[in-house]
Structure formats: structure tokens, C-alpha cells
């Protein structure tokens, strides 16, 4: 004998539409939320960057590393020695400029240099001249450094060590970015989905401008180093 559930009336079927299309609805306001929040988002990001490139052109203008504001000046205790002893003042880097230094100090060493503790990567960096703004110089310093497109922890616990061939893995990973953002934008979602697929593009999109500008700094740091370490007479900063 077989047995078969008695169909839903009416009244629960206009009732579980009507819960669905309220859902629908509610999901519908929170991508619109959702989205609003990561244009926002996108545009706070690109006016990061936007600004990170005009601080990199004036320094280059100005011939010297990006100086922090008076009040953080005031906070490195060691640009503030050398000040007071009579030496000649420490160029005080901040922000990308620290992790863009760092890596050019230890690519121009006469000896290649594999890994290095950041400890002693910072003493490199002290060494050269060079100074990091911040009530705490050697936590900014590592901060920037973890940071860097082209560094990498090593095997060792606080052990670092610059990554050649991360241009090449940015650009890889760029090239997945982009082709599923391709596949996204010629997609056509059903209304429920829609919301989503815009979601994802915009999530895409910050990705895509994040791997670029990583891109960006990788080459810009590389090629600057190569340029130093061939031009006629170079020799090791510091």
C-alpha cells in the first residue's frame, strides 16, 4: 500500500510565498548594503593608493626618503641622539618607505644575505643611516616589513628573506583574479543571484587594485636596486 502526504492547502501556500518574497526582499536590501559598504570600501582604497604615489613622487622630487610629521620626529630616540651630539641628522622613513628602504639596504650588501633575522635586518637599517618613526621603531619596522609584496618569513622563528620571484606569483595570481572576474561579469544570474554576482565583482575589484599596487612596489624596489647595484662606482649605503 503506498501512502502519500495530503497536498498543502492554500492558505499555507500564499502564506509560504509571502514569507519568500519578504525574504527575497530583506536579502535585497542587505547586498544593496553590502555593496554600498564595499564601494565605500574601494574608494577609501584607491585614495590610499592615490596618495602613497603622490608621497612616493615628492620624495623622489625631494632626492630623500619620505620624513615623518614633526610630532612623530620628535618620538626616535636615535635620530634625536644624533641631533644633539652633533652628527648629522638620520633620514626618518615611515609607512611603505620603511619596507622600500629595508629591502634596498639588504639586496646592496656586498654579501648576498639569504635570510636574516629582522632584529638584525633593522640594525642593517639603523646602520645605513637610516631611521623609523613610531614610539616603538623595531615594531613599526617589522609592522612594514610582514607587509612587503617581496618579503617572506623564512623557516626560522623572526627569520625573513626577500622573495625574487613574487612578481611573478602576483602576476599569476592577477591573471586568476582577472579571468574569473571576466567570467563574473558576462554571467547572467537569475534576480536572487544578482545581488551576489555584483558583491563578488566588487570584492574582485579590490582585489585586482590590491594585487596591482603589490605588483607595482615589487618592480619599483627591484628595478631600483638593480640600477644601484649597476651603476659605474656603486657602493653599499651606510
Do not use: C
Request: charged share 30%.
Amino acid at each position: 500500500m503506498t501512502l502519500s502526504l495530503p497536498n498543502p492547502s492554500s492558505r499555507l501556500l500564499r502564506a509560504a510565498q509571502a514569507e519568500q518574497a519578504d525574504l527575497v526582499r530583506h536579502r535585497e536590501r542587505l547586498s544593496d548594503e553590502r555593496n554600498r559598504l564595499l564601494d565605500e570600501l574601494r574608494q577609501l582604497d584607491h585614495a590610499l593608493a592615490a596618495t602613497d604615489r603622490r608621497l612616493e613622487v615628492l620624495a623622489e622630487l625631494a632626492g630623500r626618503p619620505l620624513e615623518a610629521p614633526a610630532q612623530e620626529r620628535e618620538t626616535a630616540p636615535r635620530g634625536g641622539a644624533d641631533t644633539a651630539s652633533g652628527a648629522a641628522p638620520r633620514a626618518v622613513l615611515r609607512g611603505p618607505a620603511v619596507r622600500e628602504a629595508a629591502i634596498r639596504v639588504l639586496l646592496e650588501q656586498p654579501e648576498p644575505i639569504e635570510a636574516l633575522h629582522y632584529r638584525r635586518w633593522y640594525e642593517l637599517l639603523l646602520e645605513a643611516g637610516l631611521e623609523v618613526a613610531g614610539k616603538d621603531p623595531l615594531a613599526v619596522f617589522l609592522t612594514q616589513l610582514s607587509r612587503s609584496p617581496l618579503v617572506r618569513k623564512a623557516s626560522a622563528p623572526g627569520v625573513y628573506e626577500v622573495d625574487r620571484q613574487a612578481p611573478l606569483r602576483i602576476r599569476q595570481r592577477l591573471d586568476r583574479l582577472q579571468a574569473e572576474l571576466r567570467e563574473v561579469t558576462v554571467a547572467t544570474p537569475g534576480p536572487i543571484e544578482l545581488g551576489a554576482v555584483r558583491a563578488r565583482r566588487h570584492e574582485l575589484d579590490l582585489a585586482i587594485s590590491q594585487q596591482e599596487r603589490a605588483l607595482e612596489e615589487a618592480l619599483r624596489v627591484l628595478r631600483a636596486t638593480d640600477d644601484q647595484a649597476a651603476a659605474p662606482g656603486a657602493a653599499r649605503v651606510g
